[in-house]
């Protein structure tokens, strides 16, 4: 079957600021060398999805560059990856006004009439193979599949979830239920887990991963004859009643890091000896933009549960449970710890630095004698000597013009100064 991909990468994000503050959420850099978009691109790439639109809208000048510098394909196939902003037009003038406006703007672009129409989500961290969705999206006869993954009962308040007969036919749906009736009511019975071959192991709900299959006709059907701003909300609650809607067991990792919280926590996993996400995958390796940067010097750091990406340069301090981006520098004596530093996007030039030091200007990087705890620290961010990062009156959201505190983390933004001696 021909699959088109249709990656929705135009969200504010506005959950995720301040690293949303100058991009798109799937612009955010993810393990101190990706993009959150890369994932969803090698997903694809890896299931020979090879007809990709990406659809943007929001703060995309940055995200725009990377995919068109990362993802070209050779001239000898038909594959492609094409960027569809948000544009006004003499038959429609407003902006995308959720998922599903987005693609109804934009199903002109889609030229073969007997294609599946994958939907996904530009700001996801998991791994699938999507050839696998498709296959039971036929075999099952739907017209509508959605991926759904298992999640305990205290987690179904966050997700749209949702009741499925023994042959995976959707019955009911539920957007982010906050009664605990309503909540009760959209429970999932073990032997459905079982029917699956999935273990429920105390979970209890199926939630939507936001991974969409439609046959074309059916899309289009959908799109043309309502005025549905979202699919999650709206499009799949009210298909339903009247079209073949299944769902497609994943037992995978997949995580929405949609939050400051969950952004950190994932990064935090990413540092144990056995991640849940494995960036080490040879055979499905993440795509990115190739750098050619040297490799990480080490000037007898001590470190313990750390990334140290290509191009750092680290000097004598000690790290635990961190990431740290490439061009990162770490000054001597600083001790990082459950910290996620992006690093840089570029090194600065013996000149620069002079010119930082007449100035009284932190170079990028963390400088010397510095102490960061519970923070991300943003690309091209200078932190001064003396720094201390630690959240020191355990506030749990703040805003300042250098900083933000959300859910006691402290997050300092792109391109952000934090002068010698600050403590926050």
Same mark, same amino acid.
Request: hydrophobic content about 40%.
């Given at each position: ?36 978009? &890369?994932?969803? *691109? ?11 639109? /990406?659809? !943007?809208?929001? +703060?995309? @000048? ?72 498709? &296959?039971?999206? *036929? ?11 298992? /999640?305990? !009962?205290?987690? +179904?308040? @966050? ?95 997949? @995580? ?169």
């Amino acid at each position: 079957m021909n699959v088109v991909s249709i990656i929705m990468a135009g969200g504010q994000g506005s959950r995720l600021y301040p690293l949303t503050k100058v991009r798109s959420k799937p612009a955010v850099p993810v393990a101190g060398r990706f993009r959150l978009i &890369d994932i969803s *691109i090698s997903n694809c790439i890896h299931s020979n999805v090879r007809s990709i639109f /990406v659809l !943007t809208q929001f +703060a995309s @000048e940055s995200l725009h560059r990377h995919i068109f510098t990362t993802y070209r394909f050779d001239n000898f196939h038909r594959d492609y990856i094409t960027l569809l902003s948000a544009q006004q037009t003499l038959d429609n003038r407003n902006w995308y006004q959720g998922t599903a406006d987005a693609v109804r703007q934009n199903l002109n672009f889609i030229e073969d009439p007997g294609a599946l129409v994958l939907i996904l989500s530009g700001d996801h961290l998991y791994r699938m193979d999507y050839r696998k969705f498709v &296959d039971f999206h *036929i075999t099952s006869g739907a017209e509508i599949s959605i991926a759904v993954t298992p /999640v305990r !009962t205290d987690q +179904a308040h @966050e997700f749209g979830v949702m009741k499925v007969n023994s042959r995976g036919r959707i019955t009911e749906f539920s957007e982010k239920p906050k009664d605990p009736a309503e909540i009760e009511r959209m429970r999932v019975d073990e032997s459905v887990f079982a029917k699956f071959g999935i273990p429920a192991n105390g979970r209890t709900h199926l939630a939507s991963m936001g991974v969409y299959l439609f046959s074309q006709s059916v899309l289009c059907d959908l799109l043309a004859h309502t005025d549905s701003k979202d699919f999650g909300k709206e499009v799949i609650p009210h298909a339903i009643g009247d079209r073949k809607v299944c769902g497609h067991f994943f037992d995978g990792y997949w @995580e929405d890091i949609g939050t400051i919280r969950t952004f950190f926590e994932a990064h935090m996993d990413l540092t144990r000896p056995l991640p849940r996400f494995d960036f080490y995958d040879e055979e499905r390796p993440i795509f990115t933009y190739p750098r050619f940067l040297p490799g990480s010097k080490i000037l007898g750091a001590d470190v313990e549960n750390a990334i140290l990406c290509e191009g750092s340069i680290v000097n004598r301090s000690r790290i635990r449970d961190a990431i740290v981006g490439i061009r990162s520098r770490v000054g001597e004596n600083s001790h990082l710890e459950r910290a996620v530093i992006m690093g840089a996007d570029y090194y600065e030039s013996r000149e620069a630095i002079d010119r930082n030091h007449d100035n009284g200007l932190p170079d990028i990087g963390i400088g010397r004698d510095c102490e960061i705890r519970n923070a991300i620290v943003d690309k091209n961010a200078r932190i001064g000597h003396g720094v201390k990062l630690v959240n020191r009156n355990g506030v749990a959201a703040e805003t300042a013009e250098s900083y933000s505190i959300v859910d006691g983390i402290i997050v300092v933004p792109k391109d952000a100064v934090i002068p010698d001696g600050t403590i926050i």
